[in-house]
């Protein structure tokens, strides 16, 4: 193996150059980034970046130091042979696929900002002004935490969301419907079952007719998995790369890790794809060991934090399949968990401020063994097995 490429100048990329020099790798290493920033932490975009508390989150690596070969401004546009880019093909042994994923944008010709970049969340912040109207359209992690900054800055924020409660669609309405007050403490006007059409000059167009005036319009519907350039080139491609448990892509020689990998998880017994900070960091591992011939599995318990409306909301695991809810103190106050079972298993936590249940949860579910409902149900015991 003498030539790798990497594909994507995120965390996920820069740890598998990383992680590929400590494993022992000494060939040729090349990352190519479409933007045009080293490196940097995307987390804080939404939460120190938007309060003003920093303006620069590079993850400060040493490229050079690694012997990587760093190509930024640079995009891949397709995968034949050799890997197509913007400014010409390069040719590889091993290719692997970081390109993370891309806000969904509403239609229409009014300004519309989304948060992914560190552009993006310098614009923003720039326009979080006193007394500005905000419509942030999602009630998802993206715009709970715009919501708490812009509030903060002093912004009359409207959150406009399609579903009966925020975070529906991640942690369902049972869950979700429990932060709703939060947004009220904040001064945060929150409207459900509100679809929004367009962003026209002036707000946001609703479907069915009305609209919401506003100065400026935030979309936090999501994002889509960056393979856009690789329609044709012969990967299998759904919902993100194809990848197996190892992180090997349909063709011989290509991995796919972080935000655009959708891989096989025997763990939960289905295709995940992670939009997670500590995939990205961690997953990366199992990329550089199988690219160096090895065989190791990917199958970590999915960890997840948001920081909104002054609480830490922690995720772990994976809750579609659970068929019972168990809530550890009052939902009602300020400190809470609500534990998802399948079966006599624990599959999934959400901690609002309990960072050891968050931990501890996160042990059990790797574990599989079974679990007392009861002795779960009481805040005061901690999260184990039977
Ligand atoms: P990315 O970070 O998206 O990096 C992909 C890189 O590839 C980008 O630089 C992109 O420009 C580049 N690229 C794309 N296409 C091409 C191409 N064709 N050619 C070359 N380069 C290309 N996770 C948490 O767990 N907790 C949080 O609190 C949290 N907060 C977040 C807040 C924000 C505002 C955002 C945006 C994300 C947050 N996340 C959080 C998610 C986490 O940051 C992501 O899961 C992680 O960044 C994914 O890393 P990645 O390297 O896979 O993708």
Redesign the pocket.
């Known amino acids: 193996m003498e030539r790798v490429i990497v ?7 820069l740890r598998t150059a990383e992680t590929l020099r400590a494993q022992g790798y000494r060939g040729d290493l090349t990352l ?4 045009p920033h080293a490196p940097y ?3 804080p ?3 120190a970046v938007l309060r003003g508390e920093t303006d620069d989150t590079t993850v400060a690596p040493d490229l050079d130091g690694l012997g990587c070969t760093t190509l930024l401004g ?4 397709g995968l034949g042979e050799d890997l197509e880019t913007t400014e010409g093909p390069l040719a590889f042994d091993a290719l692997v696929i ?4 891309t806000p969904i944008r509403l239609p229409g010709d009014g300004p519309q900002h989304v ?3 560190i552009d993006d ?1 310098r614009a923003l912040r720039a326009a979080l002004r006193p007394g500005a109207r905000l419509v942030i359209v999602g009630a998802g ?2 715009g709970a ?1 715009v919501a708490t900054a812009a509030a903060a800055a002093g912004c009359r924020v409207t959150v406009a969301e399609a579903a009966d409660a925020p975070l529906a669609g991640a942690i369902g309405a049972e869950a979700g419907s429990r932060t709703a007050r939060w947004y009220a403490e904040a001064g945060v006007e929150l409207r459900h079952g509100v679809k929004a059409a367009s962003v026209e000059p002036g707000g946001l167009e609703l479907a069915g007719g009305g609209s919401i005036e506003a100065d400026l319009v935030v979309t936090g519907i999501g994002v889509r998995p ?1 393979t856009g ?1 690789l329609e044709g080139s012969g990967l299998a491609l759904e919902n993100g790369v194809v990848v197996d448990e190892g992180l090997r892509a349909s063709r011989p020689g290509v991995f796919a ?4 990998a959708a891989w096989w998880s025997a763990r939960f017994g289905r295709r995940l794809r992670v ?6 960091l961690n997953a990366p591992d199992a990329v550089a060991a199988n690219l160096l011939g090895g065989e190791r599995v990917y199958d970590a318990v999915p ?5 909104q409306f002054g609480r830490m909301v922690q995720y772990a695991g994976h809750h579609p399949a659970a068929d019972t809810t168990v809530w550890r103190g009052d939902p009602d106050a300020d400190r809470w968990s609500l534990c998802w079972l399948a079966g006599e298993r624990l599959v999934a936590i959400l901690t609002v401020d309990r960072p050891r249940d968050l931990v501890q949860g996160r042990r059990l579910i790797a574990s599989g063994a079974a679990v007392d409902t009861g002795r779960l149900a009481d805040p005061e015991v901690p999260v184990r097995a039977t």
Do not use: N, Q
């Not at 640079?74 to 546009?77: Q, V």
């Not at 890790?257 to 655009?260: A, F, I, N, Q, R």
């Open positions: 594909v994507g100048g995120g965390l996920a990329g190519v980034g479409a933007e932490d995307r987390p975009l939404s939460k640079r995009r891949a546009t970081a390109t993370g994923a948060l992914r970049t969340a992690w993206i935490e960056e350039w890790v972080g935000d655009c939009e997670h900070w500590d995939v990205a960890y997840f934090w948001s920081e």
